[in-house]
Structures are given as structure tokens and as C-alpha cells.
T-cell receptor, first 113, second 112 residues
Framework: DAGVTQSPTHLIKTRGQQVTLRCSPK?????VSWYQQALGQGPQFIFQ???????QRGNFPDRFSGHQFPNYSSELNVNALLLGDSALYLC????????????FGPGTRLTVL | AQSVTQLDSQVPVFEEAPVELRCNYS??????LFWYVQYPNQGLQLLLK??????LVKGINGFEAEFNKSQTSFHLRKPSVHISDTAEYFC??????????FGAGTTVTVRA
């Protein structure tokens, strides 16, 4: 049973560029949440997707957007990258009926130069 | 939104000694609580969770935690640590909704 997978593992971008991160949820899960973990800090909730729609959103600007596909996989897009966007981006999957039980992927390390 | 406070940013401990990591949360209603572990350059792995029922929760790798509603605490303990327990530990809370709120983390360093 595959767990949550994310790609790529690492990514280096320059300021102003755009980036897309990808996530495949754990088998049987229908809900995907994204978190940003800056160095030395705990993860911060970005948003959650269910039934291909953004259901809830944390305190992040509109530069952060996402998408969920019919197979429940998801993408996180960040436009106009800033140095402060450098972080580990974590994807978590869950069942909608038990959305508090989230299983995390290994993350994508984004470095903005 | 939940607020989670981990009271210790770093905890050095000798191998085979006990360890306790402290976590307090802010809430006056029911809450679900979790402890996650993060090894270097990896994602988060769930150690244990409190949803309801017994206040003493046992998790993987010999860890346990006690939910104390009156003190709004959820401290993590292990009676005897190993070198392999060196990692970052995060306490998290949610009110049965979409979002986990995490503490800032506690770095545990186990020394021989």
C-alpha cells in the first residue's frame, strides 16, 4: 500500500518564477492538504482540497493556488516566488470523514534564490 | 484556531534515560491531539493520537502521551530512549476540522 508521494524531492528557483509541486495521496484517501514548513518551524496550513475544490484556506496570499484531479492527486502552485517562500512543502492526505487524521508525504524542499 | 505551545525547543538526553516533551494547547471544547516525529530531511510520521476515551495513549516506538483536559496538556514520554530517537517532535491539535495546528517543535538529541 503506497503512502503519500510527492515530487520533486528538491527544487531550486529564482525570485519571480513560478513553481508547481505534486502530490499523490495514500490509497483510498480523497482529501489532500498542503502545509509549508519554514526552517526551524512547525508546518503551517496552506489549504485543503476535496472533490476537486479548495475547501479551506490558511493565511497565505493568492500567489499560492492549487488543484485536485479526479484521481485525488493534487498540485500546489506558487507564483511570483519570494525568498521567503523557501521551505519544505508537505502534502497530507486523509479521508473526508476523518480529515483530522492526516498522513504526510516526505515533502518537497523548495529553495528560492 | 487552535494554538499549540511546545514548552521546550531542545531536549538533550542520554541513551536509555527517560524523556518528556511538553505540549499545551488552547481550547475550551473538544480537541483531537497528535504527536508527530520528523527525522532529518523527511516528512512527518504519526507517533500517536488522542481522539477520545482513555487519557493515556500509547503509540509506536515505545512512546506514550497523557491527555490532561484540566491543564490543557498533552505531554509525550518515553521511559528509555535510543540513539535512533534523535529527531524533531511536533505536537498538533485540531477541532475535527480541516486544519492541523502545529507547535514549533522540540529537537531531541540522544547522546551515548
Amino acid at each position: 500500500d503506497a503512502g503519500v508521494t510527492q515530487s520533486p524531492t528538491h527544487l531550486i528557483k529564482t525570485r519571480g518564477q513560478q513553481v508547481t509541486l505534486r502530490c499523490s495521496p495514500k490509497s483510498g484517501h480523497d482529501t489532500v492538504s498542503w502545509y509549508q514548513q519554514a526552517l526551524g518551524q512547525g508546518p503551517q496550513f496552506i489549504f485543503q482540497y476535496y472533490e476537486e475544490e479548495e475547501r479551506q484556506r490558511g493565511n497565505f496570499p493568492d500567489r499560492f493556488s492549487g488543484h485536485q484531479f479526479p484521481n485525488y492527486s493534487s498540485e500546489l502552485n506558487v507564483n511570483a516566488l519570494l525568498l521567503g517562500d523557501s521551505a519544505l512543502y508537505l502534502c497530507a492526505s486523509s479521508l473526508r470523514t476523518r480529515s483530522y487524521e492526516q498522513f504526510f508525504g516526505p515533502g518537497t524542499r523548495l529553495t528560492v534564490l | 484556531a487552535q494554538s499549540v505551545t511546545q514548552l521546550d525547543s531542545q531536549v538533550p538526553v542520554f541513551e536509555e534515560a527517560p524523556v518528556e516533551l511538553r505540549c499545551n494547547y488552547s481550547s475550551s471544547v473538544s480537541v483531537y491531539l497528535f504527536w508527530y516525529v520528523q527525522y532529518p530531511n523527511q516528512g512527518l510520521q504519526l507517533l500517536l493520537k488522542y481522539l477520545s476515551g482513555s487519557t493515556l495513549v500509547k503509540g509506536i516506538n515505545g512512546f506514550e502521551a497523557e491527555f490532561n483536559k484540566s491543564q490543557t496538556s498533552f505531554h509525550l514520554r518515553k521511559p528509555s530512549v535510543h540513539i535512533s530517537d534523535t529527531a524533531e517532535y511536533f505536537c498538533a491539535a485540531t477541532r475535527n476540522d480541516y486544519k492541523l495546528s502545529f507547535g514549533a517543535g522540540t529537537t531531541v538529541t540522544v547522546r551515548a
